[in-house]
């Protein structure tokens, strides 16, 4: 019943679409016109090669029978030798061998190899006393084959000394077990391949090619007229042992085989082409009825699109199953730059283009509510076509049926401006916060501190009216110099701070940071060597930073001074500057082998005003306040671990 059922939908649709069920009787077609000439292709081809080695098979035994006849002769030559190895009746038994074989040229008797017996010797002189063993490679080989395999081998064909080109047939002889030499024939290559058949061929469809590969060079080498290289070409072959050759049956065209079908496939293209056009018509009237009925459609359902895409949102519905997006309107090329054939050709297309620190929560929170039939009304981010961040608020209906979902429909609301807004406002009441967090500390700062200096002072004052002598009123008087010294000390720490903060076009340069820590370690000069420190700094500081420079000399003058300062007694200070990225973000650590600081007694005051924890005399609890301040206005920040007895590292981030 589903099948029946499948089979009817599809016929409907081709109803609907002729052109494409014209297209697709017409592939059908051809796919069976090609799946047939390609059968026919093939027993074309299967009858053609069979055709191929039949002939082959013929002029292979010509050949086998040519190789025996000349066995027979060079075997009767031989049987001459007495039991001491002369000939006896050579030339009667040559002219009697001659006259029975027209392929023969001469035949020979070469006792150890040097020929000493031919006939005819008219015309043949020139190979007397020739010593085969000594002749050129491919003659040499030849003659060392037959001892070897101690049977007939045929040397050629090859260039004859006595003129023309032939093939040398030789048998090794033995007397007593002992090699004696050759009985030889040597046969006309003309009238060789002439009693094979091979200048008999009359096929035009076929040509012959006779080759041995040459023992000099190993290159093969072809004796007869017509293409060398017929490597295209359908071909087949046979090999005679005996010599070593290959006989060759090549096709002449290689397209000859595709001319035969040519016609059988146009006109299967032909007649394809026909029932394709013929079915596009039987089909097309249906078509065109349904046509009219879909216009009428198409155009309540664009008077409908048009008043959808004047909302001032993307109006949209999804698939409650897979969130599949089943219709959008036009407003999302607007807000997010998607076309709505993006979103309804992928069911993925919502969610893989929510924001991805959003997807998790807002695919899960989708699900529940619409598992639990309950709309629903949120805000996330998704990622623009062009890269960009758009807020949405999504106000979601879930339309059920029996308890079940089975359409989502809403209407995504951009809200970025006001999101932007919103941060902007937050933006603003934090940096009020953190300008009055800082208003606060700082009169803090003032309020103690200049108190602490007044009242110091006031104090002073009343006891020098007080004082009975004149060495009295001295001391007093030196006391009263050191509180107004210190009075203007922290007045020019805190204008150095006031100005850190009220600085609005801070000068940034280009700054090579290993030329600043070489700058500052100069002025160290006298420090470093009084603890004899080590200094160990990275290749990577070899950086360029966008900086202020006074704060960076400011900076890399304090912590590296406050690292050589806090150096252990028991141990010689070592301090290591290293320069690295982490997270995209230049940072400058420092890192020593001194006192250490207790972090969980001071981590909290540790960068605070005049805050000292070593007990040093000399400490005055502002250096590390003021770069805290520099590092802070120019948009980075510092941090500190630390181990009390073992070492600190302070790690400074650039912007």
């Excluded at 038994?93 to 031919?118: F, H, R, T």
């Excluded at 096709?251 to 000859?256: H, I, Q």
């Amino acid at each position: 019943m589903k099948f029946e059922n499948r089979f009817s939908e599809m016929i409907n649709r081709l109803l609907e679409r002729p052109r494409l069920a014209g297209i697709l009787v017409f592939l059908f077609l051809l796919l069976l016109i090609g799946f047939i000439t390609n059968q026919k292709y093939q027993i074309v081809k299967e009858n053609e090669r069979q055709e191929m080695l039949g002939i082959l098979n013929v002029v292979k035994q010509n050949i086998d029978q040519s190789l025996k006849n000349s066995y027979t002769s060079a075997f009767l030559l031989a049987l001459t030798l007495d039991e001491e190895g002369n000939p006896v009746d050579f030339e009667k038994i040559g002219a009697e061998l001659l006259a029975s074989n027209s392929m023969l040229q001469a035949v020979e008797l070469v006792p150890d190899g040097i020929i000493k017996y031919v006939y005819p010797l008219k015309g043949n002189e020139k190979v007397l006393g020739m010593n085969v063993f000594k002749e050129p490679r491919q003659v040499a080989i030849g003659a060392y084959k037959t001892v070897n395999y101690k049977k007939m081998y045929f040397s050629g064909p090859i260039k004859l000394k006595q003129g023309g080109t032939g093939i040398i047939g030789r048998i090794p002889l033995f007397i007593d077990h002992k090699f004696w030499g050759f009985s030889a024939v040597v046969i006309k290559l003309d009238a060789f391949l002439q009693q094979a058949g091979l200048y008999n061929n009359a096929n035009k469809k076929f040509y012959f090619q006779f080759s041995k590969r040459d023992a000099a060079t190993g290159k093969e080498e072809f004796f007869l007229s017509g293409e060398k290289d017929f490597s295209k070409n359908a071909y087949e072959h046979v090999f005679f042992p005996d010599g070593d050759w290959k006989l060759y049956l090549v096709v002449k065209s290689r397209y000859a085989l595709f001319a035969q079908l040519l016609f059988t496939l146009l006109l299967g293209l032909a007649f394809a082409l026909v029932c394709g056009v013929l079915t596009m018509k039987v089909f097309k009237k249906p078509a065109e009825i349904k046509e009219l009925a879909d216009q009428q459609t198409r155009a309540s359902e664009q008077r409908m699109g048009s008043l959808i895409d004047t909302i001032d949102g993307i109006v949209w519905e999804a698939d409650p199953v897979d969130f599949h997006f089943t219709f959008i309107s036009r407003k999302t090329e607007e807000i997010l730059g998607y076309t709505p054939e993006e979103w309804l050709n992928s069911h993925s297309f919502w969610a893989d283009h929510v924001h991805p620190d959003d997807k998790d929560w807002v695919v899960n929170y989708c699900d529940v509510c619409t598992k639990a039939l309950q709309a629903h009304d949120f805000e996330y981010r998704m990622i623009a076509k062009d890269g960009s961040v758009v807020w949405l608020r999504d106000i979601v209906n879930v339309i059920a049926e029996n308890q079940q979902p089975v359409l989502l429909r809403g209407i995504m609301i951009n809200i970025t401006k006001q999101k932007k807004a919103e941060k902007t406002l937050n933006d603003s009441f934090s940096l009020v916060n953190e300008q009055n967090r800082r208003l606060l500390n700082f009169s803090y700062i003032v309020s103690h501190n200049l108190r602490s200096h007044t009242s110091n002072i006031e104090a002073i004052s009343n006891l020098m009216e007080l004082a009975n002598s004149e060495m009295e009123r001295t001391e007093l008087l030196d006391l009263l110099k050191r509180a107004s010294s210190s009075l203007n000390e922290t007045l020019l720490n805190l204008n150095q701070i006031v100005n850190i903060h009220t600085s609005i076009n801070i000068k940034v340069e280009a700054l090579n940071v290993k030329q600043y820590i070489a700058k500052t370690l100069r002025a160290l000069h006298a420090e470093i060597a009084a603890k004899n420190v080590q200094i160990l700094e990275s290749e990577a500081c070899d950086m360029v930073v966008n900086y202020n420079p006074a704060y960076l000399e400011s900076i890399l003058l304090n912590f590296i001074f406050n690292a050589i300062r806090y150096s252990h007694a028991e141990r010689k200070p070592v301090v290591e500057l290293s320069c690295y990225l982490e997270n995209e973000q230049q940072v400058l650590q420092i890192t020593d082998n001194g006192v250490g600081i207790d972090l969980e007694k001071y981590g909290d005051e540790l960068f605070g005003m005049y805050k000292t924890f070593n007990g040093n005399a000399d400490s005055r609890g502002i250096g590390l306040f003021i770069s805290k301040n520099q590092i802070d206005a120019m948009g980075g920040k510092v941090t500190v671990s630390s181990v009390l007895g073992e070492g600190t590292t302070f790690k400074i981030y650039f912007k």
